[in-house]
């Protein structure tokens, strides 16, 4: 073989790594845990084959991270506004298995030299996010996500919005200082919820309830994060010494305090009780409120825990065993092909109704063409269908037995199946899409339903208003709702005088809508709610957005290159131009609305903020700004302080050393402009 084997490492390495990226940091993996773990068993096997080949950054001997580094040192995507704190104990992964004959290996192993009895804890495994708790005192101090494995990132005030999670224990008896992990998951109804309300607003729902777990717990308003429905189950406890002998006793102790701990644990004693556990809830599962996709088997007696220890990756005393994906096999009667708010066309495959995960499903995403030609899917197929951890059907494969002879292959349209435009599809992306945005008829109602949604201008209109205004030519864009008359509007069928004005009421009340809602509110392709709120902040104006190169759009948090030149081509439109010209004329807001500072204690000077705080970055930025000084983000000779929190940025502490500029901390801070401890406490209890 040569040395293909190293190559095959090293591409094994980049498969790997960027499988890690998309799970961990962008919550939008490419493929199942199951052929992720194939392609790691790989690896492992080639670097056990070849050991002078293993080095220290090998997905192999590190624990995936759900922090993004740059090349420049800065983090990227909403983790840059979150501290990077060390785990006190590392936090590691779980070893996998998809067979009894795995768990049954993993039992034989942790009994070797084991001569007193012990048990095992069987629990689910909740498909959510990780998290870590301190508590000092009976206090939360401290939640870290897993990071990767050493390093965390510090979501202690949205973990302060989740309700089953206590602020301060309950009852006696915990240890002055202690950890405790579990997983923060999502619940399939407020999972549905908020898929509904971002498929109302135009943006791409979450895949399933893991991703949108773990993309909540990084939003940077903790209020949205307390409105998502968010719970916590918690199952592993740590300190320095506990005083328990067994991993049961601890959890037993940790729901006495008050802390979120499954009912659904089982202890076994031998093979079959683990079997039977597993083979119970593989069935009894798809009857819960909440996504799971295993179980997790511990050796109960601490001692044994301790004794047996770590591998680099794994704990040697536990294991999880992975449920298979559910799946069902339908026939494919025939497919659509549906055009979005942005243009995309998707192909759906409506389906012979078939029961699964306690639901019927009738109807499935093919994704795009790629994906289309991929499965090889024809009209009479019969496919499976699968939902797993996933709440959206999709279809994994073609059942090529029992494929009829007439099968029809589909083509993709070449056209719009609306408007007859034909299709385009920029480089490097998967969608097809028409480019007729202000003529296709499916394209304009979606975005002026999306115009008018609740996140956007809310005005109290939905998809059978803008159908009624848009067949009677009444609108075409967003600025022609505020043209409407009372004339207009009750001369739609079923519209009484109450409705027109009560419609109109709420156009009126829309003129206030903040900027940063307006903004969301016209529809730039890729640029959702908490984009539109970065841009507006940053830019503070929609003249100032418009007229910014790519670099400069580029420099705002959050935006890549994507979405810079979605921006750019929007604003490069005659008709948007004229479009927002004629919202400005009816009175929306197009810049952020300036306060005027609570007083001048800070007389203009510069602040720059570095660490963490008792309230978000953005609020303190926003208190600097409320007693007259400026938020910056780089130290010089001018800065007037330099605000340091906790774990504070070194290379900011250093430079100020060097300038001589004064070193302040958060209390100190509140000193200087008149806040009073009483209202650092109402702040507290407002935010968390």
Known sequence: MGTDYKDRIQQLRRELSEHNRRYYVDNAPSISDYDYDMLMNELIALEKEHPELVTADSPTQRVGSDIEVQADGGESGVSREFAHLPHRYPMLSLGNTYSMQEVKEFVERASKGIEDEFSFSCELKFDGTAICLTYENGILTRALTRGDGTIGDDVLNNVRKIKSIPQKLSGEGWPASFEIRGEIYMPYKAFDALCKEREDAGEVPFANPRNAASGSLKLLDSAEVGRRGLECTLYHMLADELPFETHAQALKAAKSWGLPVSEKSRICYSLKEIEDYINYWDTERKLLPFATDGAVIKINELDIQKHLGFTSKFPRWAVAYKFKAEQALTEVRSIDYQVGRTGAVTPVANLQPVPLSGTTVKRATLNNAEWMEQLDIRVGDWVYVEKGGEIIPKITAVELSKRPLIAQKPQFPSNCPDCGTPLVRAEGETKWFCPNQWGCPTQVKEGLVHFLGRKAMNVLAGDATVAQLYELGLVKVSADFYKLSFADLYRLEGWKEKSCQRFLDSLQKSRKTGFEHVLFAIGIRNVGETTAKSLARHFGSI???????????????????????????????????????????????????????????????????????????????????AHGGKASGSVSAKTLYLLAGEKPGPEKIKKAQELGVAIINEANFYEIVGEKSVVIEEKELTLF
């Open 543 to 625: 003249d100032a957005l418009s007229s910014a190169g790519k670099e400069e759009l580029m420099a705002v948090g959050d935006i890549g290159e994507i979405i810079a030149d979605s921006i750019l081509k929007y604003f490069a439109s005659p008709v948007n131009q004229d479009n927002i010209q004629r919202l400005k004329e009816a009175g929306l807001q197009f810049s952020m609305v300036a306060e005027g500072p609570k007083d001048n204690v800070l007389n203009g000077g510069s602040v720059v903020i570095t660490g963490t705080y008792s309230i978000s970055r953005d609020q303190m930025k926003e208190l600097i700004e």
